[in-house]
C-alpha cells in the first residue's frame, strides 16, 4: 500500500481532526522521532512543554514543563526546536528578559533520562541579545548538535551557527554563515538545517533578501562548517517589500539536499540544480521524508508523489521530522496538537 493509500485509509478526508495532545493553549509544535519513540516540543505562553510517545504517536505520557529563562518568543514559526539521539533529547528556545522582538538569547537545554528532568538552560549565541527575532533551527548526529539563527550583533540580520560537541552541554564559538550584500537577509523567516557525516556536512536554508526579491537560499559547508558556500534555489523569484514570515524545511536523503518553500501564494518542492515542482496554492510547508505537509486555502494537506490527502481543515504550522525510515508531523489544530507517524 502507497504512503497516500494508507493516509487515505487512516484518515477522514475532511472536517478538523481531534488533537492527539490535549492543551488548548499549545502553540508551534515541533516534532522528533527515534525508533518507535516520539517526542514533541511546544509553547505554551513563556512555558516550554515536551511530551513524548512510545508506541509511534498512537499515545502520549503527561507533559513535562522545562525551566523558564524569561519571556518566550513563540508563534509565526518562533518556538521551540527538538533533536532526539539514544543518548540525548536537547530542546531550544528564544527567551529575553523582555522579548517581543527587544532582546533574546538562544538557550539550549538538555535530558539525560528521556526527557522527565532538564538542565537549567545554555546559552548558545555568545553575543548577549543578538538572536532577539526568536528565529531558529538546530539538527543533530550524534552527540554533535548544529544550531542555526537570526543574528543583530552587526546591526542587520545576518545568518549565524554554532556547534555543540557534547549533546548541548556547551557550545562553540559562533560563526557567521551568510552576510547579504544589500545589507540584511530575509527579518522574519525562519531557517532550517541538516547535519550528517559526523558533521562534516552541513546543509542551511534561509530566505535571503537580494534585489528586493526574498528568494529561498541554500548554504552548504563540506569542511564541517569552516566554509559555506550559498546558493539561490528555485528558478523564479518574489519580489516583496516585506517579510512573508515562512521558511519553509529542509531534508537530506540518498539524492541530497530537497527543499519545501513558499513563493508568492503557491509552495514549491526543489531540489539544488533540478526544475522546481509547483505543489499548489498555500503556505507554511514542511517535510516528513519525501512527504510535504502544508497549509491550503482549505486546511491542513499532505501530498506524496501524485497523491494528496486532507489532515485537518483546522490545522495550522505543520513541523515534520524522519529518521530515514519513519516519519512524523505535528501541527497546531482546536484543542491542542494533531501528530500522525507512518
Same mark, same amino acid.
Given at each position: ?6 493516509? $487515505? ?25 527515534? =525508533?518507535?519513540?516520539?517526542? &514533541? ?8 512543554? +515536551? *511530551?513524548?510517545?512510545? @508506541? ?26 527538538? &533533536? ?15 522579548? /517581543? ?13 528521556? %526527557? ?7 546559552? &548558545? ?8 527575532? =526568536?528565529?531558529?533551527?538546530?539538527? $543533530?548526529?550524534?552527540? !554533535? #548538535?548544529?544550531?542555526?539563527? !537570526? @543574528? ?41 538545517? #541538516? ?10 536554508? +534561509?530566505?535571503?533578501? !537580494? ?11 563540506? @569542511? ?7 546558493? /539561490? ?18 531534508? #537530506? @536523503? ?20 533540478? /526544475? ?13 521524508? %519525501? ?13 506524496? %508523489?501524485?497523491?494528496? #490527502? ?28 494533531? *501528530? /500522525?507517524?507512518?
Amino acid at each position: 500500500m502507497t504512503l497516500i493509500a494508507g493516509l $487515505a485509509a487512516a484518515l477522514a478526508l475532511s472536517g478538523a481532526a481531534a488533537p492527539n495532545i490535549s492543551d488548548p493553549l499549545a502553540r508551534q509544535p515541533q516534532a522528533a522521532i527515534l =525508533g518507535s519513540r516520539i517526542g &514533541v516540543a511546544y509553547g505554551v505562553g513563556n512555558s516550554i512543554r +515536551f *511530551v513524548t510517545s512510545t @508506541d509511534g504517536g498512537r499515545t502520549f505520557g503527561a507533559p513535562v514543563t522545562l525551566p523558564a529563562r524569561g519571556v518566550l518568543s513563540l508563534g509565526n514559526h518562533r518556538g521551540p526546536r527538538i &533533536v532526539m539521539t539514544p543518548s540525548i533529547i536537547v530542546i531550544s528556545a528564544i527567551y529575553g528578559d523582555k522579548g /517581543k522582538g527587544a532582546d533574546g538569547d538562544l538557550i539550549s537545554f538538555r535530558s539525560r533520562d528521556g %526527557g522527565r528532568t532538564w538542565s537549567q538552560g545554555t546559552r &548558545v549565541n555568545d553575543t548577549a541579545a543578538s538572536a532577539r527575532e =526568536g528565529l531558529h533551527a538546530m539538527a $543533530a548526529e550524534g552527540n !554533535l #548538535v548544529y544550531a542555526v539563527w !537570526l @543574528d543583530d550583533r552587526g546591526g542587520r540580520k545576518e545568518l549565524y551557527g554554532a556547534a555543540s560537541p557534547d549533546g548541548g552541554a556547551s557550545w562553540g564559538a559562533n560563526q557567521r554563515i551568510y552576510q547579504s550584500p544589500d545589507g540584511h537577509i530575509c527579518e522574519c523567516c525562519h531557517p532550517s538545517v #541538516v547535519v550528517r557525516s559526523g558533521g562534516r556536512d552541513i546543509d542551511v536554508m +534561509f530566505r535571503n533578501f !537580494l534585489g528586493g526579491s526574498r528568494d529561498m537560499f541554500l548554504a552548504s559547508s563540506r @569542511d564541517g562548517a569552516r566554509t559555506f558556500k550559498t546558493a /539561490k534555489l528555485g528558478e523564479g523569484t518574489w519580489p516583496l517589500n516585506a517579510c512573508p514570515m515562512d521558511g519553509g524545511a529542509l531534508t #537530506v @536523503d540518498e539524492e541530497g539536499p530537497l527543499t519545501v518553500w513558499r513563493r508568492g501564494s503557491s509552495v514549491f518542492l526543489d531540489r539544488p540544480d533540478s /526544475k522546481e515542482i509547483e505543489i499548489g496554492p498555500g503556505k507554511n510547508p514542511t517535510l516528513a521524508g %519525501g512527504a510535504v505537509i502544508w497549509t491550503a486555502p482549505d486546511g491542513l494537506k499532505m501530498r506524496a %508523489g501524485e497523491g494528496t #490527502v486532507s489532515l485537518d481543515s483546522a490545522g495550522a504550522y505543520p513541523a515534520g521530522a524522519s529518521n530515514g525510515r519513519r516519519h512524523v508531523v505535528a501541527w497546531e489544530t482546536t484543542g491542542g496538537i494533531g *501528530v /500522525k507517524a507512518w
